[in-house]
């Protein structure tokens, strides 16, 4: 994989954006550019109080931060941003800035629009919305594996228990935690915690 991220057909669709600038004039002119590609600004924000107000409310799809000089100033609404918003989170500059990207990125920034164009603006979103799900679902992914990691742990634990108070085989303790399961129309995983708790499931008539 060269870390590009791959196409998105749901990436251009109308989405509810929130606009944060310090600049009043520039926030006006980000949101017709907006709502020309077809998009909702619910709400237009300068401070980050007020901005996560409004995402709070609003629950927008992604989030446009205007910067000019202040960088310091579109870092922080970006690092709030990225916090509280469950979408992604674009950056607006007039041109590059290598230094600025670099802290926005460390910040959660998930795209940067270096033109303030509609189609520069509209590219930017789609970078970041497809980011946004990869993100997400490699977020799932690990969620689910540390899961079966979690479900693998307790299993073990308590065929250690079992081998070592019925002296039975690695094999001998599963097919006691499966069979016990089974017959009590219960997962293995709750039947082994239930075990870990202290039950004695040896002493359990269904396997006599």
């Not at 931060?65 to 979408?87: K, M, Q, T």
């Amino acid at each position: 994989m060269d870390g590009t991220p791959t196409p998105n057909p749901e990436a251009a669709r109308a989405l509810r954006v929130i606009a944060a600038d310090e600049d009043a004039a520039a926030l006006g002119r980000t949101a017709d550019l907006l709502e020309g590609l077809g998009h909702e600004v619910t709400a237009c924000a300068a401070s980050v109080d007020e901005a996560c107000e409004l995402i709070a409310r609003d629950d927008p799809d992604v989030a446009i931060v205007v910067v000019h000089r202040d960088h310091d100033h579109a870092l922080g609404l970006i690092d709030e941003l990225s916090e509280v918003l469950s979408g992604p989170v674009v950056a607006l500059l007039a041109g590059a800035d290598a230094d600025f990207a670099q802290a926005a990125a460390a910040r959660g920034v998930d795209a940067l629009a270096s033109e303030p164009t509609a189609d520069g603006l509209q590219a930017a979103i789609e970078v970041a919305m497809q980011r946004h799900a990869d993100r997400s679902a490699l977020a799932t992914m690990v969620g689910q594996l540390e899961h079966a990691l979690d479900r693998r742990a307790i299993i073990e634990r308590a065929k250690g228990i079992l081998m070592e108070r019925h002296g039975l085989t690695e094999r001998g303790s599963f097919d006691m935690l499966r069979g016990t399961a089974r017959s009590r129309s219960t997962s293995v995983v709750g039947l082994a915690q239930d075990v870990i708790d202290g039950e004695d499931i040896a002493a359990d008539p269904a396997l006599s």
